[in-house]
């Protein structure tokens, strides 16, 4: 509603040049008003606005959600886990006809390291279409064996971990003699028949009888022998050589807060003269971890958020440009009646901003449900910081303003009487 007085100063005897103002809640009116004439525009419109602002508060609630179950999932096992492989003898390097870069006593150098609670070396035995039976002559259906064979050195299967069911584990009086004793995983125990390991139960690899010591029930560290047979690394060497097809590897159970010192300390102490031929491999830091993690996923998804808001803008301005062409008519009578040119400007605008400020709640309560329904599948802990969602609509807003410069500007210049005569 556009109201008229007089000017400041003027004589009683002239008259005076009226001038007109538009109050903040005319103008707010006004703008609503444009925006229920054409509702299905109106939520077209709205489209790229809530895309973009819903795809700001998504991306920052999911990244911020998901670097936090980075630091929760990062186990203290994975955190005291370290490896060190020998890369001298591996698939297509020199060395990969046979050998071993470890020295005999591995496990002594690593059990001296400040901050080694065990470790040891290990690899899978060198045999080919091996027969493993609980008896001499018993073969398996399809001539192959279905256990796996390992050698491991005592400190590695220290540094496993392992849960037995029922035995012992050997350790350096069947190391150093080189004894035909084995451990058997849980899962080979129960495909050879064997429940028990104080009936002097043996095991036959290639018609060779192993005592069987004790059985895995479960193990922290290398899993895969649970199914399988393991003997100690002497008696393997003794028997059956060196490691051939797959490289030895040591295995490192640390203390907490030690892995990174020890892995950078593990080659020099056990290959003194030629460190190169060993390399040590550390547990991921989880804060590089999540940083990067933070890092790509907001850089990647806020430059999506961006061009949905550019997409969005571009809709609003087209929008706001359509409506002050079909409006000429009524631009022109309300400049007649006295409108400025502000007034017109401060309308069209009004409504631009309010159709971004719409925009930016609808897709604020958008991200901030798409953030919270993924937590709840995934059984996370939803972290939504403040920063990214309270300026969320303040965004959108901003946005529908930039986008509507333009239009207001070319309605302020339509001059009454080539409005009218249209």
Not at 215 to 236: K, W
Request: some cysteine; aromatic content about 4%; proline content about 7%.
């Amino acid at each position: 509603m556009i109201r008229s007085r007089r000017g400041v100063g003027a004589g009683p005897a002239s008259p005076a040049t009226p001038r007109t103002r538009l109050s903040l809640a005319d103008t707010v009116a006004e703008a609503l008003a444009g925006l229920v004439q054409r509702p299905g525009r109106s939520v077209l419109t709205l489209l790229g606005t809530v895309l973009g602002v819903g795809s700001f508060v998504a991306v920052l609630g999911l990244t911020s959600t998901a670097t936090s179950q980075i630091g929760q999932s990062f186990s203290l096992l994975q955190e005291t886990t370290v490896t060190v492989d020998d890369t001298a003898t591996g698939p297509g390097t020199p060395g990969s006809g046979g050998g071993m870069s470890f020295p005999e006593d591995t496990d002594a150098r690593l059990e001296r390291l400040t901050g080694v609670s065990a470790g040891g070396v290990w690899w899978p035995l060198p045999l080919r279409d091996p027969r493993v039976a609980a008896r001499p002559t018993a073969t398996a259906p399809d001539g192959r064996s279905s256990v796996g064979l390992y050698a491991a050195s005592p400190g590695a299967i220290r540094a496993m971990r392992p849960t037995l069911s029922d035995g012992t584990v050997f350790d350096d009086f069947h190391q150093r003699r080189a004894e035909r004793v084995c451990l058997l995983g849980s899962g080979a125990a129960r495909r050879l028949g064997i429940h028990r390991a104080d009936t002097r139960a043996a095991v036959f690899i290639n018609d060779t009888a192993y005592t069987v010591l004790g059985i895995v029930d479960d193990t922290e560290r290398l899993p895969q022998t649970l199914l399988g047979v393991i003997i100690p690394s002497g008696t393997a060497t003794a028997r059956y050589g060196p490691p051939r097809d797959t490289p030895a590897q040591a295995l490192v159970h640390t203390r907490p807060g030690a892995a990174r010192v020890v892995a950078a300390q593990a080659a020099l102490a056990l290959r003194p003269d030629r460190p190169e031929l060993l390399k040590a491999v550390p547990p991921p830091d989880p804060r590089t971890l999540r940083d990067r993690v933070d890092t790509d996923l907001s850089g990647l998804f806020l430059l999506l958020a961006a061009i949905c808001l550019a997409v969005g803008a571009v809709g609003i301005a087209n929008t706001t440009l359509v409506a002050v062409l079909e409006r000429t008519g009524e631009i022109g009578l309300r400049r007649a009646l006295g409108a400025r040119g502000r007034h017109i400007t401060a309308q069209f605008l009004t409504e631009s901003t309010a159709l971004g400020a719409l925009g930016g709640l609808v897709g604020t309560a958008i991200g901030i449900a798409t953030v919270l329904v993924t937590a709840l599948v995934q059984e996370w802990t939803a972290v939504l910081e403040p920063y990214a969602v309270l300026p969320a609509p303040l965004i959108g807003a901003l946005v529908g303003f930039l986008a509507g410069l333009y239009p207001a500007w070319r309605a302020a210049r339509i001059e009454p009487v080539e409005a009218l005569r249209r």
